[in-house]
């Protein structure tokens, strides 16, 4: 599973693998076709941006406590920065009490922990 930058395929399951409080929807529809992309979080969070125009330009608009489309742009900054692993460069490690996904060796500096879900869907 990885993220085609230039088609856009897999975009859907990065999201939904890196932010476990999201759900990604089009919006608005013109001839059939999606006009925009809408992300919600679970803490009423949202963005949408729409599809490029026909001179390139995308518009954002958000709203909520966090600011979803700083956080997505500096995860893409720094995927780029990582040189855009792909998936199978990632790793995790599970422990009773704890989680952190890691970049090419459980050992490497390169590691994130991830929030607990306890108690989220109980």
Same mark, same amino acid.
Do not use: C, K, M, Y
């Given at each position: 599973m990885g993220l085609d930058t230039a088609t856009g395929a897999g975009r859907e399951e990065w999201l939904d693998q890196v932010y476990s409080d999201i759900s990604l929807c089009y919006t608005g529809f013109k001839d059939g076709q999606p006009t925009a992309t809408s992300i919600r979080t679970g803490d009423v969070s949202w963005e949408e941006v729409?599809?490029?125009?026909?001179?390139?330009?995308?518009?954002?608009?958000? +709203?909520?406590? @966090?600011?979803?489309?700083?956080?997505? &742009? !500096?995860?893409?900054?720094? $995927?780029?920065?990582?040189?855009?692993? +792909?998936?199978? @460069?990632?790793?995790?490690?599970?422990? &009773? !009490?704890?989680?952190?996904? $890691?970049?090419?060796?459980?050992?490497?500096i390169r590691t994130w922990s991830l929030p607990s879900r306890a108690g989220r869907d109980e």
């Open positions: 729409t599809l490029a125009d026909e001179d390139g330009t995308h518009h954002v608009s958000e +709203g909520g406590p @966090r600011r979803v489309w700083r956080i997505i &742009e !500096d995860t893409h900054a720094l $995927w780029n920065n990582l040189g855009q692993p +792909g998936w199978d @460069r990632f790793g995790l490690t599970v422990t &009773e !009490d704890h989680q952190r996904v $890691w970049l090419d060796t459980p050992t490497n």
